[in-house]
């Protein structure tokens, strides 16, 4: 369970929260691999590696970018 829900969920809400997470991580495993996958399936390990690593980088300074993660108004 995540702890942002605890801390930033109602009590209400909070089984939705983590049926919400729980549909956001099922998702994202089948689109990994059905995308990434199949996507570096055929390049040679020297070619896959990298792209794949470029891929995550450029996710992590796409999440942070948009403003996906920050710290709560207080």
Known sequence: MNPFINDYVVVQDRGLA????NFGLT???LLSVAFVY???NLL???IS????????VLWVVLIIGLGMI?????
């Open 38 to 40: 199949t996507a570096t």
């Open 44 to 46: 040679v390990p020297e």
């Open 49 to 56: 590696f990298p792209v794949l690593s470029i891929v995550q």
């Open 70 to 74: 920050a710290e709560p108004a207080a």
């Open 18 to 21: 983590m049926g919400v997470q």
């Open 27 to 29: 998702v994202g495993n």
